[in-house]
T-cell receptor, first 116, second 110 residues
Framework: GAVVSQHPSRVICKSGTSVKIECRSLDFQATTMFWYRQFPKQSLMLMATSNEGSKATYEQGVEKDKFLINHASLTLSTLTVTSAHPEDSSFYIC????????????FGQGTRLTVV | DQQVKQNSPSLSVQEGRISILNCDYTNSMFDYFLWYKKYPAEGPTFLISISSIKDKNEDGRFTVFLNKSAKHLSLHIVPSQPGDSAVYFCAASGGEKLVFGKGTKLTVNP
């Protein structure tokens, strides 16, 4: 089946630094990818919708200058957490839609970000 | 190694009848379970959840049942409506992260 690969799976960074998370669709082209944040024992919070070749659409309350999203190709979207703070520590997960042969959604493995 | 399994990729139900979506998990450390609904080209939306200390949680037409001994949960939708047609994802958490099943596509026929 189709695979979405997310990298890294875990990252620890210092406050004030930036961290980039990659989301790749390995065997299909994804014009749309989604970025989520998840807190322990809570449901996913959609942060933004990443569209290939255009600007991402951010959900209300998500700072677009802090969470930079780039969807430069049909197989890669990146989320960069800029000037990270300890409160940004969380689990981030991406998903990608495949349109053919059937419409399906695939989730990445997630990235555990810890800001110290 | 798939820790959360939705063995039925698709399900077709008549409007007004009950839809039952099933999910099995292997990791006994999971203690929180969620169901998401997803329409094409949209992100999944949260439907209902259940903690491992309960065996049933009900919210309107949606009820989730948890059988810990069998490591099985199910989502019941009664009565089913055409607008319920979507892909449903089961997810499980042991506190660290969410693990998703591959989804079941539900079609509710008018």
């Amino acid at each position: 089946g189709a695979v979405v690969s997310q990298h890294p799976s875990r990252v620890i960074c210092k406050s004030g630094t930036s961290v980039k998370i990659e989301c790749r669709s390995l065997d299909f082209q994804a014009t749309t990818m989604f970025w989520y944040r998840q807190f322990p024992k809570q449901s996913l919070m959609l942060m933004a919708t990443s569209n290939e070749g255009s600007k991402a659409t951010y959900e209300q309350g998500v700072e677009k200058d802090k969470f930079l999203i780039n969807h430069a190709s049909l197989t890669l979207s990146t989320l960069t957490v800029t000037s990270a703070h300890p409160e940004d520590s969380s689990f981030y997960i991406c998903s990608a839609d495949r349109d053919r042969p059937n419409t399906e959604a695939f989730f990445g493995q997630g990235t555990r970000l810890t800001v110290v | 190694d798939q820790q959360v399994k939705q063995n039925s990729p698709s399900l077709s139900v008549q409007e007004g009848r009950i839809s039952i979506l099933n999910c099995d998990y292997t990791n006994s450390m999971f203690d929180y379970f969620l169901w998401y609904k997803k329409y094409p080209a949209e992100g999944p939306t949260f439907l209902i959840s259940i903690s491992s200390i309960k065996d049933k949680n009900e919210d309107g037409r949606f009820t989730v049942f948890l059988n810990k001994s069998a490591k099985h949960l199910s989502l019941h939708i009664v009565p089913s409506q055409p607008g319920d047609s979507a892909v449903y994802f089961c997810a499980a958490s042991g506190g660290e992260k969410l693990v998703f099943g591959k989804g079941t596509k539900l079609t509710v026929n008018p």
